[in-house]
């Protein structure tokens, strides 16, 4: 593949592969005589959102005939499903494409298809700066992408590929589209767990994020859709859902019904078969006593809130235009009064523009201070058509990073305290799968899927209790502790 100028620049990071996995997808559709012996893979990057959007896209291609395969060399397309976040997660995008493309060079000229937020964005400069590349897609245009995938691979008799690259090759249009029934999915998760995409959009306007221009405007799901899709989740064996959105939290509060996150967990905790639910993506705001009520007394919703802060600083604040330092102290202080045995995670931002010493300071205190179980950070990037971009007083790139590994360093330090306080502990852990090494592993409830620390999970050691099995979720006593990650077998 050739090389590329402007925004494919490929810097770092290697290419992360969703291993997809092969599961029952209802209401599948006769293959075609056209497409039944077409194979095609994905490479699935960024947030759970996007996982959604690629499950809901393997399902429609499912449906439509086309055999769902893992490998990638074995495939004769490749969705790359592109995320756009930071500066980072482009050159990952970037490289799978790259990758996928040269695969190409054993001859078997496999269909190169790019959605996601980085098609959504850049379609026409990726489009321009990779030939290789036979379809960009965005949103507005998911549902179509069977049709147009089997176009471009010559199987429909209206138009050539060729005809059809020169008027549809790039495929995007409107970031704020309806919802789609997202319950019909290729699932990319393990069989337990699934990710519920209760809302889309952002309405907020912050300064250092392009999010809103390419996810469009906030827009909650349909009631009754959201609780279709629950059910349907949990009925496929699904014992874990985990919320997401943009700002999760948010749920209903662009309607009038009084239906908010609140009434839905409730709503859900009522499927029989569901064990647990989390709260991702939650916005420092929207947290009303009646939300806080659901989480403290429900007992299928996790004690587990994951919420962005981005800083502590209120001239940072200021700038970034985010809630101000009070609110979000007494918000933290009234979740962990009100909450018994919460956890709590948080992103931060390092380098800011303008940000000072004083300021970096001022954050690395708090974190020492309040003490986040869970916490991440990321040194500023800079991203097209945000107003921080722009803003004076860049900071250098070695200062941004240095700053971001002192906060993160500072993290490892308390989240291997808060591992060793649970030592000896009964605990519910959820029983994931095998990883890489063949240890068997899972998750507490105060553990997302791919972004928190894991358990690693032995036998039995008493007679009469059964053997660990993927899916379940059991009692467990803490034995100890690996930095963050804890050791743990089955009592019950």
Known sequence: ??????????????????RVRNVQVSAVAAPSASTASKKVSMVSLGCPKNVVDGEVLLGDLNRAGFEIVQEHEDADAIIVNTCTFVEDAKSES???????????EDGKKRKIIITGCMAQRYSEQLASDLPEADLVVGFQNYGNLASSLRTTMGLST??????????????????????????????????????????????????????????????????????????????SGVVELNLI???????????????????????????????????????????????????????KVCKYIDM???????????????????????????????????????????????????????????????????????AFSEEDGTPAAEFPGQVP???RERRRDELVSLQQRIGEEFAESLVGREVD????????????????????????PIVFLSDPTEPGVPPLEVGQIRRCVIDGNSLFDLEAHPIA
Not at 94 to 104: G, K, R, S, T, V
Not at 258 to 274: D, I, S, T, W
Request: glycine share 6%; hydrophobic share 35%; charged share 25%.
């Open 1 to 18: 593949m050739r090389a590329s100028t402007g925004l494919l620049q490929p810097r770092q990071a290697p290419v992360s592969v969703a």
């Open 94 to 104: 970037l490289e799978a494409i790259m990758d996928a493309a040269n695969l190409n």
């Open 158 to 235: 209206e138009v050539s590929p060729t005809e059809f690259s020169k008027t549809s090759r790039v495929q995007v249009g409107d970031a704020t589209v309806p919802f789609r029934p997202e319950w019909d999915r290729f699932r990319l998760t393990p069989a337990h767990t699934a990710y519920l995409r209760v809302a889309e959009g952002c309405n907020h306007a912050c300064t250092f994020c392009a999010i809103p221009g390419f996810r469009g405007k906030f827009r909650s799901k349909p009631w009754q859709a959201l609780l279709d899709e629950a059910r349907h989740l949990v009925e």
């Open 245 to 299: 959105a943009e700002d999760t939290n948010q749920y209903g509060m662009d309607r009038r019904d009084g239906k908010g996150l609140a009434e839905l967990m409730r709503e859900l905790g009522k499927l029989e078969g569901l064990r647990w639910m989390r709260i991702l993506y939650a916005y420092p705001s929207y947290f009303t006593e009646e939300l806080v009520e659901e989480i403290a007394t429900n007992p």
């Open 308 to 378: 962005p802060l981005q800083h502590i600083s209120n001239l940072t604040l200021l700038s970034m235009n985010r809630p101000p330092q009070d609110h979000t102290t007494k918000l933290l202080a009234r979740l962990r009064e009100r909450i018994p045995g919460l956890v709590l995670r948080t992103t931060f931002i390092s380098g800011f523009p303008g940000e000072t010493d004083e300021q970096h300071r001022e954050l690395v205190n708090f974190c020492k201070d309040f003490k986040f179980e869970r916490m991440g950070c990321f």
């Open 397 to 399: 790139q070695n200062i």
């Open 429 to 452: 852990v959820i029983v994931d799968g095998y990883n890489d090494d063949g240890w068997l592993i899972g998750r507490t409830q105060w553990d997302a899927p791919d972004v928190d």
